[in-house]
Protein backbone atom coordinates (compact mmCIF):
# COMPACT_ATOMS: atom_id res chain seq x y z
CA UNK A 1 0.00 0.00 0.00
CA UNK A 2 2.63 2.59 0.51
CA UNK A 3 4.39 1.73 -2.61
CA UNK A 4 0.93 2.32 -4.43
CA UNK A 5 0.54 5.41 -2.50
CA UNK A 6 4.52 6.62 -3.37
CA UNK A 7 4.01 6.06 -6.75
CA UNK A 8 0.71 7.33 -6.88
CA UNK A 9 -0.71 4.08 -9.00
CA UNK A 10 -4.44 3.99 -9.59
CA UNK A 11 -5.64 0.74 -8.20
CA UNK A 12 -8.20 -0.74 -6.18
CA UNK A 13 -7.39 -3.30 -3.51
CA UNK A 14 -10.57 -5.52 -2.33
CA UNK A 15 -10.50 -6.74 0.94
CA UNK A 16 -12.78 -9.74 1.86
CA UNK A 17 -12.96 -9.28 5.44
CA UNK A 18 -14.25 -12.49 7.80
CA UNK A 19 -11.77 -11.76 10.54
CA UNK A 20 -9.49 -14.76 10.31
CA UNK A 21 -6.61 -15.80 6.90
CA UNK A 22 -9.51 -17.66 5.93
CA UNK A 23 -8.34 -19.52 3.07
CA UNK A 24 -5.12 -21.11 5.83
CA UNK A 25 -8.07 -21.50 8.36
CA UNK A 26 -10.17 -23.32 6.09
CA UNK A 27 -7.26 -25.70 5.24
CA UNK A 28 -6.17 -26.33 8.18
CA UNK A 29 -9.27 -27.31 10.23
CA UNK A 30 -10.12 -29.19 6.53
CA UNK A 31 -6.65 -30.94 7.17
CA UNK A 32 -6.09 -31.24 10.90
CA UNK A 33 -9.39 -30.62 12.27
CA UNK A 34 -8.49 -26.85 14.25
CA UNK A 35 -6.85 -24.08 13.24
CA UNK A 36 -4.17 -22.10 15.38
CA UNK A 37 -2.27 -18.17 14.44
CA UNK A 38 -5.19 -17.11 11.76
CA UNK A 39 -7.69 -14.89 13.83
CA UNK A 40 -6.66 -11.21 13.38
CA UNK A 41 -8.00 -8.57 15.97
CA UNK A 42 -10.61 -6.01 15.12
CA UNK A 43 -8.57 -3.92 12.20
CA UNK A 44 -10.42 -1.09 11.00
CA UNK A 45 -9.13 -1.18 7.31
CA UNK A 46 -10.26 2.14 6.12
CA UNK A 47 -8.48 4.00 8.62
CA UNK A 48 -4.97 1.32 8.16
CA UNK A 49 -5.50 2.77 4.29
CA UNK A 50 -5.68 6.28 5.03
CA UNK A 51 -2.91 5.92 7.65
CA UNK A 52 -0.77 5.86 4.65
CA UNK A 53 -2.57 7.93 2.88
CA UNK A 54 -4.65 6.08 0.39
CA UNK A 55 -8.30 6.30 0.24
CA UNK A 56 -10.25 3.57 2.83
CA UNK A 57 -13.73 2.47 2.16
CA UNK A 58 -15.92 -0.08 3.14
CA UNK A 59 -19.46 -1.86 2.10
CA UNK A 60 -21.43 -1.98 5.33
CA UNK A 61 -24.54 -3.83 3.48
CA UNK A 62 -25.33 -5.59 0.38
CA UNK A 63 -27.01 -3.07 -1.25
CA UNK A 64 -24.13 -0.54 -1.12
CA UNK A 65 -21.61 -2.79 -3.22
CA UNK A 66 -22.05 -1.27 -5.87
CA UNK A 67 -21.91 2.16 -5.30
CA UNK A 68 -18.73 1.76 -3.14
CA UNK A 69 -16.85 0.06 -5.94
CA UNK A 70 -18.36 2.84 -7.95
CA UNK A 71 -16.45 5.17 -5.99
CA UNK A 72 -13.68 3.04 -5.60
CA UNK A 73 -13.07 2.77 -9.51
CA UNK A 74 -13.68 6.45 -9.86
CA UNK A 75 -10.63 7.82 -7.38
CA UNK A 76 -7.23 8.52 -8.33
CA UNK A 77 -4.67 6.55 -6.66
CA UNK A 78 -4.92 3.56 -4.27
CA UNK A 79 -8.18 2.68 -2.99
CA UNK A 80 -8.82 -0.02 -0.33
CA UNK A 81 -12.10 -1.30 -0.11
CA UNK A 82 -12.90 -3.63 2.92
CA UNK A 83 -16.37 -5.74 2.39
CA UNK A 84 -17.43 -7.92 5.29
CA UNK A 85 -18.37 -11.38 4.63
CA UNK A 86 -19.47 -14.52 6.49
CA UNK A 87 -17.13 -17.74 5.02
CA UNK A 88 -19.45 -19.86 8.03
CA UNK A 89 -20.77 -22.47 5.18
CA UNK A 90 -17.31 -23.43 4.24
CA UNK A 91 -16.77 -26.69 6.48
CA UNK A 92 -19.83 -27.83 4.22
CA UNK A 93 -18.29 -27.14 1.26
CA UNK A 94 -15.03 -28.78 2.40
CA UNK A 95 -16.92 -32.14 3.97
CA UNK A 96 -17.64 -32.19 0.42
CA UNK A 97 -13.97 -32.35 -1.22
CA UNK A 98 -12.10 -35.38 -1.85
CA UNK A 99 -8.96 -35.72 0.61
CA UNK A 100 -6.36 -35.43 -2.59
CA UNK A 101 -8.15 -31.92 -3.07
CA UNK A 102 -7.03 -30.02 -0.31
CA UNK A 103 -3.37 -28.88 0.38
Known sequence: LETAVRLHAD?????????HYDMVKFQEE???GRAAGVDFGP?????????????????NKPSELGQVLDEAFATPGPVLVDI???YSDNAE???????DQIY
Open 11 to 19: LVHIIWNDG
Open 84 to 86: PVD
Open 30 to 32: MKY
Open 93 to 99: LGAAMLP
Open 43 to 59: VDFVKYAEAFGAKGLRV
